[in-house]
T-cell receptor
Framework: KQEVTQIPAALSVPEGENLVLNCSFT??????LQWFRQDPGKGLTSLLL?????REQTSGRLNASLDKSSGRSTLYIAASQPGDSATYLC??????????FGKGTKLTVNP | EADIYQTPRYLVIGTGKKITLECSQT?????MYWYQQDPGMELHLIHY???????EKGDLSSESTVSRIRTEHFPLTLESARPSHTSQYLC????????????????FGSGTRLTVV
């Protein structure tokens, strides 16, 4: 059974800092790995999707990497802004389009 | 702008009441899902559907039921609400292919926060 772990559970950084969020998964037979953002009281917003054949994906200040052999993914946020404050969720998919989520990392970017 | 809609956003209801959480999507996605999320915890899949008249239970056992009579509509029902059902319920839909184009999309609604007193 797939298990997804995210560390740290919470992170507080000053504005402008670069940061890395970590995600690990137990079953390397994943179809893709997704990163979502969740704002308080709201649903999830898809940030980046990395297919199993890919190593990384980039969108603006965000870069996500995937290492299936080690069961790890990282989300790199460059030049963080207060508007980046949210909970970031990592989810693994096995090809059935059902997602297994981690508990998330709550990010606070202080002005 | 949301393409998947959940109502109500918030619901406080007494024990024993029957409730239905609504979820509709306008993207024509075949697959739809219900996830449950307790505060500070991960999302767990409780129900999913791969198309009309297709429903399956997810990884987390739930006393709720679902139906899929129309592609765009995937309501969740609790016949008799209990305080243990207090949680946030998130609906989602997904699609990978449109004709021959790979258009992977996984879209979540804003959620329904349910409190049973």
């Amino acid at each position: 059974k797939q298990e997804v772990t995210q560390i740290p559970a919470a992170l507080s950084v000053p504005e402008g800092e670069n940061l890395v969020l970590n995600c690990s998964f137990t079953d390397s037979a994943i179809y893709n790995l997704q990163w979502f953002r969740q704002d308080p009281g709201k649903g999830l917003t898809s940030l980046l999707l990395i297919q199993s054949s890919q190593r990384e994906q980039t969108s603006g200040r965000l870069n996500a990497s995937l290492d299936k052999s080690s069961g790890r993914s990282t989300l790199y946020i460059a030049a963080s802004q207060p508007g980046d404050s949210a909970t970031y969720l990592c989810a693994a998919e096995d090809g059935s389009e059902k997602l297994v989520f981690g508990k998330g990392t709550k990010l606070t970017v202080n002005p | 702008e949301a393409d998947i809609y959940q109502t109500p956003r918030y619901l406080v209801i007494g024990t024993g009441k029957k409730i239905t959480l609504e979820c509709s999507q306008t993207m024509g996605h075949d697959k739809m899902y219900w996830y449950q999320q307790d505060p500070g915890m991960e999302l767990h899949l409780i129900h999913y559907s791969y198309g009309v008249n297709s429903t399956e239970k997810g990884d987390l056992s739930s006393e709720s039921t679902v139906s899929r009579i129309r592609t765009e509509h995937f309501p969740l029902t609790l016949e008799s609400a209990r305080p243990s059902h207090t949680s946030q319920y998130l609906c989602a839909s997904s699609a990978k292919w449109v004709l021959r184009d790979y258009v992977y999309g996984y879209t979540f609604g804003s959620g329904t926060r349910l409190t049973v007193v």
